[in-house]
């Protein structure tokens, strides 16, 4: 499959973060995720929830770039803090910035009093690292995102999260690798690189010393059947490619 693009490996390891992930809300932020998030539940993980991130979970799976047409369950603001609550809801989120420990901030860059950019603010990404599975899409794996330190916490990272019961950081996967917390105390650490891409690369994106184990495997690329639902039914317009570019 040399015909594979770097959208579509990357899809797949989103789709990978909900192995085994039985009745939960996927909470996909972004294109990737969202064909991943589905993806996942059109082959390997047929319980996850999906909702039009309002107030509703729906029954059908559409491609990225239509509307959900089958209510399944109303799911209120309030019902959505019981999920979170109780560990119900796997999160993958975007973010401007990230440190070696996952530390997270969307909400400004630069000195909190006099921020040179606003951003989205803090929003709920505190409640979720404390509470359910999260994740992060980061689509361009820079410098300027992997930084030693991040301007705002607002997402709370491994080693503020120590003792905390429900904390489960999974993933980073970006359009160069995929990342864990695996490395020591908790910090980023190498799983995979995506095909075409190098060791050397990601560490040169990478403004912290990132863990690499000894042996680096390939991210894996999506079975015949993977790339026919992709290409065929989640995403036949290429959304894709405006997140990860062929």
């Not at 909470?27 to 999906?50: D, F, K, V, W, Y």
């Not at 404390?130 to 794996?141: E, G, K, Q």
């Not at 991040?150 to 429900?166: H, I, P, Q, Y």
């Not at 980073?172 to 190498?190: E, R, W, Y």
């Amino acid at each position: 499959m040399t015909d594979v693009t770097r959208a579509e490996v990357c899809a797949v390891a989103v789709s990978d973060l909900f192995v085994g992930a039985g009745e939960i809300l996927a909470s996909p932020t972004g294109l990737i995720p969202q064909l991943g998030a589905r993806l996942a539940r059109l082959t390997h993980a047929p319980e996850l929830m999906l909702s039009d991130g309002e107030a509703t979970m729906y029954a059908d799976t559409p491609a990225i770039d239509e509307p959900f047409a089958e209510p399944e369950h109303y799911l209120p603001y309030r019902a959505l803090f019981d999920l979170i609550a109780r560990g119900k809801r796997h999160v993958v989120m975007g973010g401007s910035q990230l440190d070696q420990y996952g530390n997270h901030n969307f909400s400004a860059i630069g000195d909190w009093q006099r921020p040179s950019h606003q951003l989205l603010g803090a929003r709920a990404a505190a409640t979720n690292t404390a509470n359910h599975a999260v994740s992060y899409w980061i689509p361009r794996h820079a410098l300027r995102v992997f930084v030693p330190a991040v301007d705002t916490v607002c997402g709370v990272g491994s080693a503020r999260l120590k003792g905390a019961r429900f904390a489960d950081l999974r993933r980073v996967i970006t359009n160069l690798a995929v990342l864990d917390f695996s490395g020591p105390d908790g910090t980023l650490a190498l799983v995979s690189v995506h095909p075409g891409v190098t060791v050397n690369e990601v560490a040169a994106a990478t403004g912290f010393d990132l863990h690499v184990p000894s042996e680096v495997p390939f991210t894996r690329l999506p079975t015949a059947g993977e790339l026919a639902i992709i290409r065929e039914r989640l995403d036949p317009r290429d959304a894709r490619y405006r997140e990860v570019p062929r």
